[in-house]
């Protein structure tokens, strides 16, 4: 698990690189023929890492239940993120890698309940939902690499 979290952390890095670098406007902007923007993104892998690790687990997010219902999946953004959504985002986007890996290693995570992706994706251990994690994340980053062209 050592890796999973490092590639995680790494990641993370990359995309607080987002919020340090954009401008509020930026980070709202739906460039044309795309269908959401910077900070949906990071709100949603934020949200999607709640529930794939927590929820899944049967365990409380670490979350707004108004912050997972504006980033899930199948929300869409409005472009109308104020900055103290921002902040909270930024926050959480650090936060929430040292919880889990706290939580990881101190045993918090007892039980997984097996979760068949949208995608396709079989999740079996909560391991494979954090490597799973990992790769979602690397989507979105591809994704806000593409928007950026457009900024």
């Known amino acids: 698990m050592e890796a999973t979290f490092r590639i995680w952390e ?3 890095g990359l995309y ?22 910077l ?6 892998i934020i949200v999607s ?3 794939l690790v927590y929820a899944l687990s049967g365990l409380p997010m670490h979350i707004s239940d108004s912050l997972f219902e504006k980033y899930q999946n199948g ?3 409005n472009g ?11 926050k959480l986007l650090s936060e929430m890698v040292k919880k889990t890996k706290v939580d990881f290693e101190s ?6 309940h097996p979760y068949q992706t949208k995608t396709g994706f079989y ?4 391991k494979e939902a954090m490597e799973f994690n990992n790769y979602h994340e690397g989507i979105h980053l591809g994704i806000m690499m593409t928007i950026k062209k457009y900024l």
Not at 80 to 90: A, G, L, N, P, W
Not at 107 to 112: A, N, Q
């Open 10 to 12: 790494t990641s993370r």
């Open 16 to 37: 607080q690189t987002f919020l340090d670098n954009y401008s509020l406007e930026q980070l709202n902007t739906i460039p044309e023929g795309m269908s959401n923007n």
């Open 39 to 44: 900070i949906w993104n990071i709100g949603h």
């Open 49 to 51: 890492q709640q529930k």
């Open 75 to 77: 929300s869409r953004p």
């Open 80 to 90: 109308k993120t104020s900055q103290i959504e921002v902040d909270e985002i930024k």
């Open 107 to 112: 045993g918090v995570f007892k039980e997984f």
């Open 123 to 126: 999740l079996g251990t909560l």
